[in-house]
T-cell receptor, first 113, second 113 residues
Framework: ETGVTQTPRHLVMGMTNKKSLKCEQH?????MYWYKQSAKKPLELMFV???????ENNSVPSRFSPECPNSSHLFLHLHTLQPEDSALYLC????????????FGEGSRLTVL | AQSVSQHNHHVILSEAASLELGCNYS??????LFWYVQYPGQHLQLLLK??????LVKGIKGFEAEFIKSKFSFNLRKPSVQWSDTAEYFC???????????FGTGTRLQVFP
């Protein structure tokens, strides 16, 4: 149990499907993040939310749409993805104003056919 | 822009061997430095961190890292590795007082009995 829960753990979708990834943190943090982890590449920061407000969009294509309804929940809505979007998507949380330490979930493994 | 380089992509050691994983970053200002570890099938978790003070920091499971400001380096060390240290190790940096944690590509460590 990491304090950050991601669902689903595995997702297979076609390029025309619409799906969503969900993240919930039980740590009382006020910042949440989406990272993309692909083989042999650095973890790529996608989005950052502080106090439910998006503070970072790291040039992510619009086929990825984040949503943060409150400080404990974060979604990543997926639409018209490409096979190269297949990766492990990691959610993390932190206490803004703290030292920058992130707490990660176990990730959602996405495969786009 | 900040970046993190981990030059060792794959390291193979026998138990009891000494370990040193390299990490260099590019950023001229004050930084916070981290090493995260990802054991097979598990989530990313913090191994150790440096914010200020003694440049030699000690983390969990006998790991330590040394911050050398003049070399922009934060190498991870362990005097004697164990089979259970088999994992992927990620170096990360964020500029002081920001919420963007930038990761390296990771180093896969395999330890054989």
């Amino acid at each position: 149990e990491t304090g950050v829960t991601q669902t689903p753990r595995h997702l297979v979708m076609g390029m025309t499907n619409k799906k969503s990834l969900k993240c919930e943190q039980h740590l009382g943090h006020n910042a949440m993040y989406w990272y993309k982890q692909s083989a042999k590449k650095p973890l790529e920061l996608m989005f950052v939310y502080n106090f439910k407000e998006q503070t970072e969009n790291n040039s992510v294509p619009s086929r990825f749409s984040p949503e943060c309804p409150n400080s404990s929940h974060l979604f990543l809505h997926l639409h018209t993805l490409q096979p190269e979007d297949s990766a492990l998507y990691l959610c993390a949380s932190s206490q803004q104003g703290d030292t920058g330490e992130l707490f990660f979930g176990e990730g959602s493994r996405l495969t786009v056919l | 822009a900040q970046s993190v380089s981990q030059h060792n992509h794959h390291v193979i050691l026998s138990e009891a061997a000494s370990l040193e994983l390299g990490c260099n970053y590019s950023y001229g200002g004050t930084v916070n430095l981290f090493w995260y570890v990802q054991y097979p099938g598990q989530h990313l978790q913090l191994l150790l961190k440096y914010f200020s003070g003694d440049p030699l920091v000690k983390g969990i499971k006998g790991f330590e890292a040394e911050f050398i400001k003049s070399k922009f380096s934060f190498n991870l060390r362990k005097p004697s590795v164990q089979w259970s240290d088999t994992a992927e190790y990620f170096c990360a940096v964020n500029a002081y007082n920001t919420d963007k944690l930038i990761f390296g590509t990771g180093t896969r460590l395999q330890v054989f009995p």
